[in-house]
């Protein structure tokens, strides 16, 4: 028996953390992205500037640690197959959010069923940073589709998208770039100057897999037309280079408009450092996706739900094959 091939002990690995974020999502304690933005806040107040190349200098030192370390761990493991592919499915569990991130939707979604507007304003900051205070059902409803759409890309696609890339090592780099820009890279007078090299960093890596994600939504969407058009009319009108991508497919593929007014409170995503208090009451005033469509109601929650888990397996199938025939090719180059 011919033993794995790099390429195929890190799809192996992919495959494996896959379902074991499926089985078991997030820790509950001790959770590596937690420790990763302990220690990046620690950091912080050592390295806090109110300029550019201090937050810069401190950005390359968060991400190039995460990724040295990575990469240390492979050339280690060397040879042995069996441990890179538990590596890399250490590394897939640590970075993929899919399964906590519908769990937390489908609890708020059960609290708007059961009338209860109270506990689901409660558990809304588990989910996104919304200020919940003052939130409808309806408005909460939008809310958590909304996080959904753009977690899915968060969460599960570019991470994905980025070992298929770089194997092990690109997974755990873009969660060190995704959590930074949760801690730093939100608009605040702290953070203005300082947070502006993870905010562009998180937009560049997150550019290709944010495509990714409304393909893939698209292609998974009951009505794949109608997701493709509200995508590829409303997708560039989001504020965000990346968010408006997933969120504009989601509305086209859920059947509902999205977008409008938003108030930010203190609450953060999962998988995400949360954001200082100096962000609360912040407005937004985005554009809405898919405008002809229907508002959002209580169901459409468990409609995004199984969009998301759906897109999951589609991007991790994309991973596996897009990686092996990446390294293929590269073979194939060397020869």
């Known amino acids: 028996m011919r033993p794995l091939t790099r390429a195929a002990a890190f799809a192996l690995g992919a495959v494996a953390g896959y379902l074991a ?19 990046a806040g620690r950091l912080e107040k050592r390295l806090w500037r109110d300029d550019r190349a201090a937050g810069t200098a401190y950005t390359a030192l968060c991400v190039g640690a995460v990724t040295t370390g990575a990469v240390a ?11 890179r592919a538990a590596l890399a ?30 506990a689901a304003r409660e558990r809304l900051p588990h989910l996104c940073g919304r200020d919940p205070s003052a939130l409808d059902e309806q408005q909460i409803a939008r809310a958590v589709v909304e996080s959904v759409a753009e977690n899915t890309a968060d969460a599960v696609v570019n991470a994905l998208f980025w070992g298929t890339v770089a194997g092990t090592p690109g997974l755990l780099a873009f969660r ?17 100057r300082f947070g502006w090299a993870s905010a562009r960093l998180d937009d560049v890596a997150g550019w290709p897999g944010a495509r990714l994600t ?17 995508w590829r009319r409303d997708g560039s009108a989001h504020p965000s280079p ?24 203190d609450g953060a995503s999962p998988g995400t ?27 459409d929650i468990e ?23 990446l390294r293929a090719a590269l073979r194939r180059g060397k020869a």
Do not use: K
Not at 22 to 38: I, L, N, W
């Open 242 to 265: 990346n968010a408006g991508q997933a969120e504009s497919a989601f509305a086209g593929a859920v059947g509902v408009r999205l977008g409008g007014t938003l108030r930010y409170g």
């Open 273 to 299: 450092a949360v954001p200082p208090a100096e962000g609360r009451g912040r407005v937004e005033h985005r554009p809405v996706l898919g405008g002809e469509l229907r508002p959002v109601g209580v169901d």
């Open 303 to 325: 409609r995004a739900c199984v969009l998301s888990r759906r897109v999951g397996a589609l991007a991790l199938g994309t991973t596996v094959a897009g990686h092996l025939l």
């Open 73 to 83: 761990a492979e050339r280690v493991l060397g040879r042995r197959p069996a441990g």
């Open 176 to 192: 060190a770039v995704n959590t930074l820009d949760a801690m730093v890279g939100h608009r605040s007078p702290r953070h203005a």
């Open 214 to 230: 409304a393909l893939l939504t698209v292609a998974a969407a009951p009505e794949p037309r109608t997701a493709w058009r509200v």
């Open 89 to 118: 499915a250490a590394a897939t569990w640590t970075v993929l959010g899919g399964t906590s991130l519908t769990r937390e939707a489908r609890t708020i979604g059960r609290s708007l069923a059961a009338g209860d507007l109270t």
């Open 21 to 39: 974020d499926a089985r078991f999502a997030d820790p509950r304690r001790g959770h590596p992205v937690a420790v990763f933005g302990s220690a």
